[in-house]
């Protein structure tokens, strides 16, 4: 492995990291099942690849949830997220539930794996956490970088066509959330409108395959150009 030095974090990051160990533990207990978008994605590229899976990584991967579906595909797994305390959730969710993976803190817009690693690789629920623009084209163009020749990944990003938006362009904003006891955290996330998740993917290193609309979110399925 190899990229940037983790340690020297830029403020956004930090940002990002302290929300997240701040909530780690209660984040954890809410995300028990994968999103069915990845299951089928991942299903779909098992199948491409004659069944089972090879190296693959799980970027933003939290509890491990996505990790874990990965693994039992027979993949390789390497979890990557910039909160400890969320991997440290993802290494007790895997001693408990007897599957291997590896795991790394890491920034997603500075991602420490070497060039063409992966097979396979997983970016959801995350994009939408970085600022502003130019850091998240960036973190694109790092997923183009460690995919393999052939390797294809699947992308997604809360977006406008969530019914609990009501704006059609893409926006910064902020999102509560609410530990037990009623703490409220709050979390940056940039909705995006899907004529502008669109734009991102063909200004980054990365080529679209499809691209959908599912549960409020925007979903592509990328390779490397």
Do not use: K
């Not at 990790?67 to 305390?85: K, Y």
């Not at 060039?115 to 396979?120: F, G, L, V």
């Amino acid at each position: 492995m190899g990229g940037g030095n983790q340690e020297q974090a830029d403020p956004t990051t930090a940002s990002v990291r302290a929300t997240y160990d701040r909530i780690a533990d209660h984040f954890a207990t809410t995300r028990e099942h994968p999103w069915p978008e990845v299951v089928q994605f991942v299903e779909r590229e098992a199948s491409r690849c004659g069944g089972s899976l090879s190296r693959a990584i799980d970027i933003g991967c939290a509890n491990g949830r996505h990790t874990q579906l990965l693994a039992d595909h027979g993949a390789d797994p390497v979890g990557i997220d910039v909160s400890r305390e969320l991997l440290r959730a993802g290494q007790r969710r895997a001693a408990d539930r007897g599957f291997r993976a590896a795991w790394v803190c890491g920034d997603a817009g500075r991602l420490p794996i070497v060039d063409n690693t992966a097979s396979i690789a997983i970016y959801v629920a995350t994009l939408h956490h970085l600022r502003p623009r130019a850091v998240r084209i960036e973190s694109l163009n790092e997923l183009a970088r460690v995919l393999t020749t052939g390797g294809r990944a699947l992308v997604s990003a809360w977006s406008t066509e969530h019914d609990r938006f009501d704006r059609t362009e893409g926006f910064d904003t902020t999102v509560q959330w609410t530990l037990p006891g009623g703490e409220t955290v709050p979390r940056f996330y940039h909705i995006y409108s899907p004529d502008e998740f669109r734009e991102d993917l063909r200004c980054s290193d990365l080529s679209v395959i499809d691209i959908q609309i599912s549960s409020g979110n925007c979903y592509a399925t990328v390779t490397a150009q």
